[in-house]
Each structure stands twice: as C-alpha cells, then as structure tokens.
C-alpha cells in the first residue's frame, strides 16, 4: 500500500482528499491500524499520530471523491493490491 501510494502521490497526499484516501482503504478491509501505519510509512510520521486522526475522522466523504481516488490509484496497481490474498 505504502508504494502505491508514493507512487500515485509522489509530493503528498493533497489535503482535500485526505479523508477520501482514509475511507478509500477503509473500503478495502484494511483495519484502523493498517491505515495509520501505511500512512505513517508514506508520511513519515508515527502511527500513533495518525492513528487518533484515521479512528475519529468520520466517513463523510462523497461516493463520487471516493470513486475518483480510485479510478486514480487504479493507473499505479490499486485493484491487483486489492486482490492480493
């Protein structure tokens, strides 16, 4: 997850889709603590930190914000990530 990400965000994550990236993987299954920790390796940060921002943030992010991200990460390998047993 953490390589995908750098390689579809190479300078950051922007700001205003943050949340939709949390919600993204929280989509796939991937638990609180996955999230933040593949967060924490992307951003350099502990999980810790983000761990408190992944478990209160709300999911509020549109159906179509979401389907965006993704149709975005699918050009650098999201949906053979997604398979991976």
Request: hydrophobic share 40%.
């Amino acid at each position: 997850m953490v390589d995908l990400l750098r390689a579809a965000c190479p300078d950051e994550i922007p700001v205003s889709d943050r949340i939709v990236v949390l919600e993204v993987l929280r989509d796939t299954g991937m638990s609180d603590r996955s999230v933040a920790a593949a967060l924490g390796s992307y951003l350099g940060d502990s999980n810790e930190n983000l761990l408190h921002e992944v478990t209160v943030s709300l999911r509020t992010a549109a159906e179509h914000a979401k389907a965006r991200v993704v149709e975005h990460l699918r050009k650098f390998g999201y949906d053979p990530w997604v398979d991976e047993p």
